[in-house]
């Protein structure tokens, strides 16, 4: 079945630095792929849709210029954390989805930010 | 807007019993919903989605329009059934991101 690989899984970083997040398609190619953010015991939120080729399109509330996305190829999709502070600790786990699939997910990344 | 609400945040039962976990979605074009099970420790995986109309590990879950419902059931709870549950919409297509209910926590007793 499809496989998307999320790298690197845990990171921990200093207030005011930048944290690059990589999200791969391993069989199979993504035009599309999603970011998406979950805090503590809470649900997934979609931050983003990523677009091959193009530019990203974010859901209302999230800052663009602060979570940058780059999706390169057809199975690469990027989310950079830029100047991140404390409250930008979180979750962060990507998806794409096979045609005729259904979404597959990679396995998050914990983002602390000290 | 989008919404998909699962009113129970916890649920448990005991091994053997029925199992029915709920969700309701509002959406005003035509839906795609999905079941994603996340066991500890482990990333969402896919369980059930409602065009397939699959039995996945004894679940089945049935779109009911007129209610505007997808609730997953299963007939008699195993204990390696305990995990987090979410239930999600999507717009149909795959060309954007799922909403997400706030998910049910299944606890299966011995």
């Known amino acids: 079945g499809a496989v998307v690989s999320q790298h690197p899984s845990r990171v921990i970083c200093k207030s005011g630095t930048s944290v690059k ?5 391993l ?5 599309t792929m999603f970011w998406y953010r979950q805090f503590p015991k809470q ?4 931050m983003a849709t990523s677009n091959e080729g193009s530019k990203a399109t974010y859901e209302q509330g999230v800052e663009k210029d602060k979570f940058l996305i780059n999706h390169a ?7 950079t954390v830029t100047s991140a502070h404390p409250e930008d600790s979180s979750f962060y786990i990507c998806s794409a989805r096979e045609y005729g699939q259904g979404y597959t997910f990679g396995s998050g990344t914990r983002l602390t930010v000290v | 807007a989008q919404r998909v609400t699962q009113p129970e945040k916890l649920l448990s039962v ?7 976990l709920k969700c309701n979605y509002s959406y005003s074009g035509s839906p795609e919903l999905f079941w994603y099970v996340q066991y500890s420790r482990q990333r969402l995986q896919l369980l059930l989605r409602h065009i397939s109309r699959e039995s996945i590990k004894g679940f089945t879950a049935d ?12 007939p008699f709870a ?6 987090m549950y979410y239930c999600a919409l999507g717009s149909g297509g795959g060309a954007d991101g799922l909403t997400f209910g706030k998910g049910t926590h299944l606890i299966i007793q011995p």
């Not at chain 2, 195993?78 to 995990?83: C, H, L, R, T, Y």
């Open chain 2, 63 to 74: 779109l009911n329009k007129g209610e505007t419902s997808f609730h997953l059931k299963k």
């Open chain 2, 78 to 83: 195993q204990e390696e059934d305990s995990a």
């Open chain 1, 27 to 31: 069989d199979f190619q993504a035009t």
């Open chain 1, 21 to 25: 997040i990589e999200c791969r398609s």
């Open chain 1, 43 to 46: 649900s997934l939120m979609l």
């Open chain 1, 73 to 79: 190829s057809l199975t690469l999709s990027t989310l």
């Open chain 2, 14 to 20: 005991f091994k053997g019993a029925p199992v029915e």
